[in-house]
């Protein structure tokens, strides 16, 4: 009896989580993701204005939430349904486009570090990969268009011509990154720490319009897309 209360609390607390993030129950971990991508979109404290602390702290609390909302999913499926929920992840977050990728990352698609990986012209486009370790990793000629790239750490990576089209890049470790020719049109590096980056032939814009949210960005010793050093 109070083994069947306790899972009826249970549930009715994962049911809340869906509702959270606007979904019916049982969506998709890819749904719970994509879900998660537009509502902190949406929620994102640099779209609101700056003197409306209110607003500001309720975009925070909106943000914890919906960050424990998806943990607790991805954990509740993980439990009801490893074999579905390790398959789900493989296809929405390897790394690796190809069929002969190494078996180890096949195993484990939710490792966090993937310092010095191979990655040349991967598709990573709308992949969630916030909070990664991609130290040194080469990235050149890869697409991550529209990726979710909140805090990680891209720190001595190679991105030459890589496509950052549209990328969110809040707090990101980009420190001595290859940033020559990558198409930052669009892109978010609110708060990213750029500091000795080469940016030479970067795209960030059209003409001399800017289209790369640079808020907080520290660009210090960086090599701007002109050949010019930021001091």
Not at 93 to 110: L, M, T, V
Not at 119 to 138: M, T
Not at 151 to 176: D, M, T
Request: aromatic share 6%; net charge positive.
């Amino acid at each position: 009896m109070v083994y069947l209360l306790l899972s009826r609390v249970v549930m009715k607390e994962i049911e809340r989580y869906y509702r959270v993030l606007g979904l019916e129950v049982g969506a998709s971990l890819d749904e719970i993701n994509q879900a998660y991508r537009d509502l902190a979109f949406i929620w994102h404290p640099d779209r609101l204005p700056k003197d409306n602390e209110r607003l500001l702290a309720k975009a925070v609390a909106k943000l914890q939430e919906i960050n424990h909302a998806r943990e607790q999913l991805k954990t509740h499926q993980l439990v009801s349904h490893p074999s579905k929920t390790v398959s789900v992840k493989r296809e929405s977050h390897s790394p690796y486009p190809y069929s002969h990728y190494p078996q180890s990352q096949a195993q484990r698609p939710y490792y966090r570090d993937w310092s010095g990986a191979d990655l040349k012209g991967a598709n990573l486009k709308e992949k969630d990969l916030s909070g990664r370790k991609l130290i040194q990793a080469d990235l050149s000629y890869a697409d991550l268009s529209d990726s979710f790239l909140h805090k990680i750490n891209l720190e001595g990576a190679n991105l030459f011509r890589a496509n950052l089209f549209r990328a969110n890049l809040l707090r990101a470790n980009l420190r001595c990154a290859n940033l020559q020719q990558v198409n930052l049109v669009g892109a978010d590096l609110s708060g990213a720490d750029l500091s000795g980056a080469d940016l030479s032939g970067a795209k960030v814009g059209s003409g001399n319009r800017i289209m790369v949210k640079l808020t907080g960005t520290i660009l210090r010793g960086a090599i701007l897309p002109d050949g010019s050093v930021h001091h």
